[in-house]
């Protein structure tokens, strides 16, 4: 389509909602985004201004009010382009001024200077590039110097690509502080990803999976959380299309073969219960709609089964006008059918917290199997859809005034929580984790209650502690027991739904203790503690903080004060964010870190120094010994090309007898690391190997620094790895993941097969080039039919 035929859309669905509404500023808005974009294009080669437009169809399908409009056809101009706030806010008004301002990405605006023409993954090519670098020069003499100048590069490769990783969290830092002021931003920003999710085929495929992945962590769980459904389920299903594309179009092409036998089944369904209705005198429609791509194939891999064991592939609703109805049809369907116990949820009295009400009932259907049913009201559907946007608070009164809506601003409770506990996070890439970490658990809730009769909506696993800080810090701080249906329960009891809390405060309280952090399970818990104990105990904890570094460092054989040296000081102190050694220590007092944290980094960066003095050490006496014309004429081409067979790196030196750890049998591409054996060299395993991750405390010294250097597997090297790969048991089996590895030329070494409660159990040892290799047979396997699980074996 045109820019021209996308505004006309564009005014047509306004019209629909708005058909007496002046659009001239809609008209304004779109001449100047013609001019302002005016030569620039999209990776699609269309011109730039399509997306602006597309992202304002999107926000009036969802009924936004016309500043939301405008400001999503201007939101990259000021971004883009030469206009600038004041300039929009002297052509508008503030008010859309500043819905631009909170969509436009921080970096363009603050940071310009610092990393305008420096992306992210050319900063990591570079660090790659010039770590390699370093390597082949420290295997020639004489080269200290340069192994020096590279060592200077790399720390200021690192300190900017740890910038441009904050940078991201920043931006997510602005967006909820504009949230804060305009909850219009984030549906400005969820469209906008939206469209770019649509037309993502055309980016990279490395620019894909990043897009996809963040969709997935932060903009899906945010519609989400805003009750927009609507777009949650297309954002998911487009970032399984490029993070899984394999199970993707394998999920779509089998349910595209079920679509018409299930489909028959719901007509049928769909049949009959508009007869009852009608029998009842209940005027409702009744709907079938098909199970979203991601949710199907979460589902799937959640409870390990098939796509021919799942019943659910298409859901009933019935949508009628008033709540007494919906109670009315719940009735009649469970006369009906009979209703599978445990799956039936009452969304409609305990809504979820982003406003979402239905009732939800699983009924055994005509046939004897298994169907979802949903009862809704057409207001409930609306708001299902289109969530904040469908009681919009700056919805127009009759006057023609905008009015904010109490009850609506108590819905964005959990928005306000996050703005607290982020001002308490001075980390911004542990508040991009706790960020993630908020918006996953918000998919399951319990629903508990005040002794008042209030709901309050916690995640699944939330204790009594989490209870009370939903209440208020105060009744946290001065929490000492808890009463659950009357019955006194322990910090570490985990709320069911219904369950009737009531928090015992008391004056004389101490405060939270250290051991709650480990039982809470929401951030805004988390960090009240955290707060209460940095505020009231601040000169306490930093003497608990130096003691207990003190005595983790004696029990690891190192003296504290030959540890920090101002050197390292400085390495932890910008390592963990932190302005001084005063700060560091309140944090290890009060349980924000683990002393063991610090003091292992502190140890690694000792170690670092004594083996560099070493090496020095060792270079010079062998320098001694050499005569100088020989070493300065040594060809470099053909130090360059020396390596060692084993492929290994032990501490940046390639000639050291390794070999190759059995238990876990390491290939190319995994992490890996070395132990010194006695007599035997150095065995290599993987970091994950279970006899690394459970090796005791006093032989850990004997652990050290490898890395692979072969570059591609066309050496011809060969690694073992050992499979163990869980199936239904059925007939062909064994002919087709055979023929998988026959495909591959992998050369199968030995296995072994069992079979038991028609589950099949296969422990496969084969020989393959590297770790790349071994991702995509493991792949191929799992898309086999029956395939449940797949995994590599340590012993």
């Known amino acids: 389509m045109t820019a021209q035929e996308i505004y006309d859309d564009l005014i047509g669905k306004i019209k629909t909602y708005h058909p007496a509404k002046d659009l001239s500023v809609v008209e304004k808005a779109y001449r100047v985004a013609l001019e302002a974009h005016d030569g620039q294009l999209r990776k699609s080669g269309e011109p730039y201004v399509i997306h602006p437009l597309s992202v304002a169809v999107i926000l009036a399908e969802l009924g936004l009010d016309l500043e939301s409009i405008v400001a999503g056809i201007l939101h990259d101009v000021i971004e883009d382009t030469k206009y600038t706030y004041e300039d929009l806010v002297s052509m508008f008004s503030e008010e859309v001024a500043n819905l631009v301002d909170g969509v436009t990405k921080l970096e363009k605006i603050e940071y310009k200077k610092e990393l305008d023409a420096q992306k992210h993954e050319e900063l990591e090519k570079q660090l790659t590039e010039h770590t390699e670098k370093r390597i082949r020069e420290s295997k020639i003499k004489y080269q200290e110097e340069k192994i020096r100048e590279r060592e200077r590069e790399e720390a200021e490769l690192k300190e900017r690509l740890a910038r441009s990783e904050e940078l991201q969290a920043e931006n997510y830092r602005k967006m909820f502080l504009a949230m804060a002021k305009d909850i219009r931003v984030i549906v400005i920003k969820i469209a906008d990803r939206l469209h770019n999710m649509r037309t993502l085929k055309y980016k990279a495929h490395d620019k894909q999976v990043k897009t996809a992945q963040e969709t997935l962590d932060i903009y899906a769980p945010l519609a989400h959380r805003l009750g927009i459904s609507k777009i949650r389920y297309e954002l998911e299903d487009l970032s399984?299309?490029?993070?899984?594309?394999?199970?993707?179009?394998?999920?779509?092409e089998k349910i595209k073969r079920k679509q018409r036998e299930r489909l028959e089944y719901v007509d049928k369904i769909i049949k009959d219960l508009n007869e009852k209705l009608s029998e009842n005198n209940l005027k409702g429609t009744v709907e079938g709609r098909p199970k979203h791509f991601f949710s199907i194939y979460k589902k799937m891999v959640r409870k390990n089964i098939t796509l021919d064991q799942m019943y659910d592939l298409f859901a009933v609703r019935v949508i009628v006008n008033t709540v007494i109805e919906c109670y009315e049809v719940l009735g009649i369907v469970h006369e009906m059918y009979k209703p599978i116990q445990g799956r039936f949820k009452d969304y409609v009295s305990m809504p979820k917290p982003n406003m979402y009400q239905s009732l939800h009932t699983t009924l055994i259907g005509p046939e004897g199997e298994p169907f979802e049913l949903q009862i809704r009201t057409w207001d409930m559907h609306r708001t299902a859809e289109y969530g904040i946007a469908a009681h919009w608070k700056y919805k127009e009164s009759p006057d023609g005034n905008t009015a904010k809506s109490e009850s609506e601003e108590e819905k964005l409770n959990w928005l306000r929580q996050?703005?607290?506990?982020?001002?308490d996070l001075s980390d911004n890439r542990e508040y991009l984790t706790e960020l993630k970490t908020e918006l996953s658990i918000f998919q399951d809730h319990v629903y508990c209650f005040t002794p008042k009769g209030e709901v309050v909506s916690l995640p699944n696993g939330s204790t009594p502690i989490d209870f009370a800080y939903s209440i208020h810090s105060a009744v946290g701080n001065n929490m000492i027991s808890a009463r659950v249906n009357g019955s006194i329960v322990s910090f570490d009891y985990v709320l069911q739904t219904g369950d009737r809390v009531e928090v015992i405060t008391s004056r004389n309280s101490t405060g939270p203790k250290h051991e709650w952090l480990s039982l809470v399970k929401t951030s805004q818990a988390?960090?009240?503690?955290?707060?209460?104990?940095?505020k009231e105990n601040k000169e306490e904890n930093i003497i608990r903080g130096k003691e207990l570094m003190e005595i983790e460092a004696k029990r690891k054989g190192f003296d504290i004060i030959n540890l920090l040296t101002e050197a390292r000081k400085k390495i932890i102190l910008n390592k963990y964010s932190f302005k001084n050694m005063d700060a560091l220590y309140a944090s290890v007092g009060h349980g924000g870190m683990k002393e063991g944290q610090v003091i292992n980094r502190l140890i690694e960066e000792y170690n670092k120094e004594q083996t560099y003095l070493k090496k020095l050490e060792l270079e010079k006496k062998k320098a001694e010994e050499t005569d100088l014309e020989d070493v300065m004429n040594v060809d470099y081409s053909e130090a360059k090309k020396t390596k060692k067979k084993s492929g290994i790196m032990v501490q940046?030196?390639?000639?050291?007898?390794?070999?190759f750890s059995k238990c876990c049998s390491p290939v190319p591409g995994d992490e890996i690391v070395g132990f010194t054996t006695r007599g035997r060299g150095?065995?290599?395993?993987?970091?994950?190997?279970?006899?690394?991750?459970?090796?005791p405390q006093s032989e850990r010294h004997r652990l050290i620094e490898a890395e692979w250097s072969i570059p591609d597997s066309s050496d011809g090297m060969t690694f073992r790895a050992d499979l163990n790969i869980i199936c239904e048991d059925r007939m062909g089996l064994v002919i087709d993941i055979s023929r998988i590895f026959s495909d591959y030329k992998i050369s199968v070494k030995s296995i072994n097969a069992r079979s038991a409660n028609n589950e099949a159990i296969f422990n496969i040892i084969i020989e393959i080039s590297s770790r790349d290799q071994l991702d995509r047979v493991c792949q191929k396997i799992l898309n086999i039919p029956g395939v449940g699980e797949i995994k590599r074996l340590t012993t």
């Open 240 to 252: 399984f299309r490029y993070l899984n594309p394999d199970s993707y179009y394998d999920l779509a």
């Open 418 to 423: 996050i703005l607290d506990w982020q001002r």
């Open 526 to 534: 988390r960090n009240k503690i955290n707060q209460w104990f940095k």
């Open 652 to 659: 940046g030196v390639g000639d050291l007898s390794v070999r």
């Open 682 to 695: 150095v065995s290599i395993h993987r970091t994950d190997c279970t006899n690394i991750i459970h090796l």
